[in-house]
């Protein structure tokens, strides 16, 4: 295996080339964007707990997407990925607009988008692209309706698997409607995925204090949360420093059922491989969180996403020397970095008494060793008497993920002197 030094360059060139292949700047290059919102990319691939659009794809469609902004500002902008596409993709025209209610945009905010000057755009496979800005007013916490209108086939879409948010899909262009009457289509339960859209950014307005991004897997991306509710830890995070006059952007990377140290076919890139991207490629930066392991300790194959395929053994050095590679890159790039201990799971199907172990040894080392900038010990949050096991309340059922109780005990663990303004 090589040394964190060697992986730890891995990530930090993985960075500049995902910053290399942003969009080429233009007359917005003075201003300053702030990241208001972002959701991690995941390659279409069927999931065995949600249904999704992803495989499908879209024609001649309207996909509808609702985002809590982190940030406020005087104008708003988009970014979409194709970073998974295998041909390049066609946005026939996009919008906008401040969220009424389900579909609906409230009337006089809907914002027709341009890409170059243009309606519609066209973006490479494995591609990304940045909208022209529009004048729409926002405030930190506020809803915003993001709506693209595909009129030729996608094929499968690069998305983000598990939104907790409901996306709403009509028939033909209504990308411009306030109304919501055509968007009778969407995914019951409703536990949602959001579609090609990869970033929301502001700018204007009162200076903003810089993005805190959470990178983690379905703990952080916030399955267990409350289905439109917006009560996942970021997002209880976020409320807790807006009440505190201290509201910077807190920007969700999770991924569910994400690993550290391996690919899954249906839980996305190894966190070491997507840090560049989805933490170090964010606006303005300046902390990010990292809670990521559990998955790798106790989902040792890829089964779960009906791959037959064993990942390398799991050993609490492994994992804390991908943790380490996470360090050095953040500390490359000027990042202050806060490590998450692994939250406990004790009961759930996963557990053994030999992942225990290893979960433990890494939790020592996250406390004990200062490799981490602080810490935000979310393992005592959920389990005070450290029993190893997520007392009931603090959980949603299965005994690993939180519920929004649970969550909210997690955003009260970070310190918020640790965080960089």
Excluded at 80 to 93: E, F, H, K
Excluded at 291 to 310: A, H, W
Excluded at 402 to 415: F, H, I, L, R
Aim: with cysteine; proline share 6%; charged share 20%.
């Amino acid at each position: 295996m090589s040394s964190p030094k060697v992986r730890a360059s891995v990530v930090a060139a993985a960075a500049a080339a995902s910053l290399a292949a942003a969009p080429p700047a233009t007359a917005e290059t003075r201003t300053t964007w702030n990241g208001a919102w972002t959701a991690a990319a995941m390659r279409p691939s069927g999931s065995p707990w949600f249904a999704t659009w992803a495989e499908q794809g879209f024609a001649d469609q309207s996909v509808r997407q609702i985002v809590r902004v982190g940030s406020g500002g005087a104008k708003v902008r988009i970014r979409l990925s194709n970073a998974y596409g295998a041909a390049p993709l066609r946005i026939t025209g996009a919008s906008v607009g401040r969220t009424a209610t389900g579909a609906a945009v409230r009337p006089g905010t809907i914002r027709p988008l341009r890409f170059d000057g243009s309606t519609s755009t066209t973006i490479p496979a494995r591609g990304r692209t940045v909208s022209d800005p529009v004048t729409l007013p926002t405030k930190a916490r506020e809803q915003l309706t993001i709506t693209l209108y595909f009129k030729g086939a996608t094929g499968p879409t690069t998305h983000h698997q598990l939104s907790m948010t409901t996306t709403y899909r009509a028939a033909g262009d209504h990308h411009r409607d306030t109304a919501g009457a055509a968007y009778t289509d969407r995914i019951e339960p409703g536990f949602g995925s959001w579609y090609y859209l990869e970033g929301v950014e502001t700018s204007g307005g009162r200076p903003q204090p810089r993005a805190v991004v959470a990178f983690g897997d379905s703990i952080t991306d916030g399955f267990g949360a409350t289905i439109d509710g917006d009560d996942r830890y970021p997002d209880a995070l976020a409320e807790r420093l807006l009440a505190a006059g201290r509201p910077h952007p807190v920007l969700n990377a999770g991924i569910g059922s994400n690993k550290l140290l391996s690919d899954s076919a249906c839980g996305g890139d190894a966190g070491v491989s997507r840090f560049a991207r989805d933490v170090l490629g964010q606006p303005r930066l300046g902390t990010a969180i990292v809670l990521i392991g559990i998955n790798d300790i106790q989902l040792p194959d890829d089964r779960m996403c009906g791959v037959d395929r064993d990942d390398p053994p799991v050993t609490a050095k492994r994992l804390i020397d991908g943790h380490r590679t996470l360090i050095s890159a953040a500390r490359a790039r000027g990042v202050k970095v806060i490590g998450g201990t692994l939250t406990p799971y004790r009961g759930s199907a996963g557990w053994t008494a030999g992942g225990e172990e290893i979960r433990r040894q890494v939790n020592h080392w996250i406390r004990t060793s200062g490799a981490y900038d602080a810490v935000a010990d979310f393992d005592r949050a959920l389990d005070p008497t450290g029993t190893g096991r997520i007392p009931d309340g603090l959980h949603m059922g299965d005994l690993i993920h939180p519920s929004p109780a649970g969550y909210e005990a997690m955003a009260d663990a970070v310190d918020l002197g640790d965080l960089r303004r």
